[in-house]
Structures are given as C-alpha cells and as structure tokens.
C-alpha cells in the first residue's frame, strides 16, 4: 500500500473488518487519506475480545444476523456434524 499515494482514493472499501485490530491494518487504514470509508463484516465479534465497533464511533450503518438471514432466504439452512474417531493423540 506504501507505493501509492496516500491521497489516490477517495473512497476505501475494507472487507474482512474484523481483522482491523492487527496492527498491520491499522498502519494501512491510518495511511490513506480517504473521503469515505466503508467498512464490512460478518464477524464483528472477535474470538480474541478486542472490539472493532469503537473504529466506527459504536455505529453501524446495517445489521442482518444469520438466523434473519437465512429466514430471508438469503443464506442456505446449515446443519452441524460432529466427526469422532478412536485415535490417541
């Protein structure tokens, strides 16, 4: 990203936001110089617990979680399945 111009784009799209707690992220949305921001997740709670809402002030634009979703009929149903096997680690 450093081998552009921090001020080529006026207009940022960042899917995977969870991730923006790494610090190499970070460096890379504190570099560009940008007009509007839009960031995107479907995981914005992190396993590790670090919050990302407070990168956006606590608001978010849209919400639709999986259970709404999938009674959209956007997303398929899911079924889990649990493998076992005998062996010893």
Not at 16 to 41: D, P
């Amino acid at each position: 990203y450093d081998k552009t111009s921090e001020e080529n784009y006026d207009f940022i799209i960042v899917d995977e936001f969870h991730h923006s707690a790494a610090e190499s992220y970070r460096k890379l949305l504190n570099y560009y110089k940008h007009k509007i921001l839009l960031w995107i997740t479907a995981t914005p709670e992190r396993m590790d617990g670090k919050k990302i809402l407070e990168y956006f002030d606590d608001r978010i634009a849209s919400e639709m979680r999986l259970p709404e979703a999938i009674n959209h009929k956007l997303l398929a149903p899911f079924h889990y399945f649990c493998v076992t096997d005998d062996l010893s680690y």
